[in-house]
C-alpha cells in the first residue's frame, strides 16, 4: 500500500511569488491533514480535512494560505502570495475513521522563500 | 492549555547503551500520545501510539514508551541504541479535536560508535 505522498519535495521561490503544494493521501483515509514546521519550532497543525470538507482551518496563519480538496482525494496548499516566514516544511498526513488517530505522514515539500 | 513538553533538544548516547527520550504533556483529560521519527530526508514515522489500556506500549523498531498518568508523561526507551537510530524524535498528542496533533519541538538524538 502507497503511503502518503507530497510534491514537490523542495521548493525554493522569490517573495511575492505563487507556490502550490500537492498531497496524496493514503487510499481510502477520509482524514487529511497539514501541518508546518518553521525552523527551530514545533510542527504546528494547519487545518484537517473530511474528505472534501474543510473540517479545522484554525491553524491557518492568514489569508494567504488556500487548501482545498477537491472530490476528497488529494490536496493542495496554495501560498499566494508568498512571505519570507512561510520557509519551513510542510506536512501532510491522512488517517482513517472518526477518531482521527494514528496519523500517517508524507515526507514533506521544504519551502524556502527568499 | 494543552501543550507537549520535549526538555531534551539534543542528546548524545554510545551506540549499545540504553535510551530514554522524555515528553510531558498538559491536557485536562487521558489523551492519545504519539511518538513519530524523522530520519535525514526522511518524512515522519509512527514509532507508537497509547489510546488506552496496558501503560506500556510497545512499538517498531525496538521501542517501547511508558504512559505514567502521575507524571503527565510518555517516555520513550530503548534497550540498546542502533547507529540507525540517529534522528529527530517527535513527542505528539491528539488536541481534542478529530486527530489534530499538538507536537513537542522535538529531540535529536546522536548516536557514537
Known amino acids: 500500500e502507497a503511503g502518503v505522498t507530497q510534491f514537490p519535495s523542495h521548493s525554493v521561490i522569490e517573495k511575492g511569488q505563487t507556490v502550490t503544494l500537492r498531497c496524496d493521501p493514503i487510499s481510502g483515509h477520509d482524514n487529511l491533514y497539514w501541518y508546518r514546521r518553521v525552523m527551530g519550532k514545533e510542527i504546528k497543525f494547519l487545518l484537517h480535512f473530511v474528505k472534501e470538507s474543510k473540517q479545522d482551518e484554525s491553524g491557518m496563519p492568514n489569508n494567504r494560505f488556500l487548501a482545498e480538496r477537491t472530490g476528497g482525494t488529494y490536496s493542495t496548499l496554495k501560498v499566494q502570495p508568498a512571505e519570507l516566514e512561510d520557509s519551513g516544511v510542510y506536512f501532510c498526513?491522512?488517517?482513517?475513521?472518526?477518531?482521527?488517530?494514528?496519523?500517517?505522514f508524507g515526507p514533506g515539500t521544504r519551502l524556502l522563500v527568499l | 492549555a494543552q501543550s507537549v513538553t520535549q526538555p531534551d533538544i539534543h542528546i548524545t548516547v554510545s551506540e549499545g547503551a540504553s535510551l530514554e527520550l522524555r515528553c510531558n504533556y498538559s491536557?485536562?483529560?487521558?489523551?492519545?500520545l504519539f511518538w513519530y521519527v524523522q530520519s535525514p530526508g526522511q518524512g515522519l514515522q509512527l514509532l507508537l501510539k497509547?489510546?488506552?489500556?496496558?501503560?506500556l506500549v510497545q512499538g517498531i523498531k525496538g521501542f517501547e514508551a511508558e504512559f505514567k498518568r502521575s507524571q503527565s508523561s510518555f517516555n520513550l526507551r530503548k534497550p540498546s541504541v542502533h547507529w540507525s537510530d540517529a534522528a529527530e524524535y517527535f513527542c505528539?498528542?491528539?488536541?481534542?479535536?478529530?486527530?489534530?496533533?499538538?507536537f513537542g519541538k522535538g529531540t535529536k538524538l546522536s548516536v557514537k560508535p
Open positions: 498526513a491522512s488517517s482513517q475513521g472518526l477518531a482521527g488517530v494514528p496519523q500517517y
Open positions: 491536557y485536562g483529560a487521558t489523551p492519545y
Open positions: 505528539a498528542m491528539e488536541g481534542g479535536s478529530q486527530g489534530n496533533l499538538i
Open positions: 497509547y489510546f488506552s489500556g496496558d501503560t
